[in-house]
């Protein structure tokens, strides 16, 4: 800190990513990458970039993505929104769609990016406690009524739990919320979860973003994308243009719009994942862990009896990294994302040794 710091920026907490260790050679299962690569054609359209074109800017609105992402959903492309991975949109959006003062609701276990969004847009966070079963209940939605221009997020499947609320619940909490802005973020819906873009022709008022850092493994390219209605669509490309004309880069744009059109091997990675999360979460079982029902590419377990925290110290000694969080309610438990086959045998085995 330093006297020529702004007051504004003196009280601003800023969000702390997960660690990105520089040894090789680690079983890395602390920040949900996707253990296969990407798409062989989304590298391909990458590498088709770089080429003398380099030297001209990108375009700005990055039509081509937009296209992709609009045929895979059967929406129009002026209903979505791309950016420098999602936690770029969901900042935009934050700024173009929530408002200084007013209440923003969310769960109060979730992505924390959120409430360092609150923090630097001056909104108000309203934490709504998960169940005690750790899941969203839309009731207490309806009950804290954001009204007013207020407005609603949550991520869906839930982060760091993977619980998934069903699309028929979402679209409950819709119904009852109409005149606020209501942000659903599916970073991890390919794995289990049924996306609410469905919806978005029904509900203005419904904003969904997704990144292409999980299933589609491209967390390096940093790529995301909001869906919705063209007028909360037109509010982001305001303040983007406000911002940063450019987000996304000739190769961004290329690979990502690539990675949407090879379905076959996003289903086939997808299937793989999920597969895999079914035998760790028998494995995890056995051994005496307590796992919540995931829709995501990673589990969040319990042990009936063993520390949480030194389990991930163990474990760190052996070369393999999970993620671990210090919140009081959630501390018991160990967010595991889910690897190659090959990791999490390695994980197992380190955790029945353990
Ligand atoms: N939303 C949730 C719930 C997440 O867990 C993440 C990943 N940390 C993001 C958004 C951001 O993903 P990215 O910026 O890589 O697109």
């Not at 970073?187 to 419904?206: C, K, R, T, W």
């Not at 007028?231 to 982001?236: C, G, P, R, T």
């Amino acid at each position: 800190m330093s006297q020529f710091w702004s007051p504004f920026v003196k009280d601003l907490v800023p969000y702390v990513p997960g660690e990105q260790p520089k040894m090789t050679r680690l079983v890395k299962l602390n920040t949900n990458e996707n253990p296969y690569g990407p798409s062989p054609q989304a590298i391909a359209a990458m590498q088709a970039e770089v080429n003398d074109d380099l030297r001209l800017y990108p375009d700005p609105n990055g039509d081509r993505l937009k296209q992709a992402v609009a045929r895979y959903y059967g929406v129009e492309a002026n209903q979505v929104f791309v950016g420098n991975g999602s936690d770029e949109v969901l900042a935009h959006a934050f700024h173009a769609l929530f408002q200084h003062g007013k209440p923003l609701l969310f769960p109060d276990i979730t992505y924390s990016f959120y409430p360092v969004y609150c923090g630097l847009y001056g909104i108000e966070p309203k934490p709504i406690p998960l169940d005690e079963n750790f899941q969203i209940n839309i009731a207490d939605y309806f009950r804290a009524n954001a009204g007013e221009n207020g407005g609603i997020i949550f991520p869906n499947p839930n982060a760091p739990t993977g619980c998934l609320l069903p699309l028929a619940a979402v679209e409950q909490l819709l119904k009852q919320n109409t005149d606020t802005v209501v942000l659903v973020d599916e970073a991890y819906v390919d794995f289990g979860g049924e996306s609410a873009i469905a919806l978005v022709n029904q509900y203005p008022n419904l904003l969904v973003t997704q990144t292409l850092s999980k299933s589609r493994s491209l967390a390096g390219l940093r790529v995301g994308i909001a869906v919705g209605h063209p007028d909360l669509i037109e509010a982001l490309e305001r303040i983007k243009n406000s911002f940063n004309s450019y987000p996304l880069d000739r190769m961004a744009i290329a690979g990502a719009a690539a990675a949407f059109d090879d379905r076959e091997y996003f289903n086939d990675t997808c299937a793989r994942v999920i597969n895999s999360r079914e035998a760790v979460v028998a494995g995890l079982e056995q051994l005496g862990f307590d796992v919540l029902p995931s829709a995501a590419n990673f589990v969040f377990a319990r042990h009936a009896d063993k520390d949480a925290a030194q389990l991930a110290q163990a474990l760190r000694e052996q070369g393999i990294i999970v993620r671990h969080f210090k919140t009081p309610r959630i501390a018991q438990f160990l967010r595991i994302t889910i690897g190659t086959d090959e990791q999490n045998q390695i994980l197992l085995d380190a955790l029945k040794a353990l």
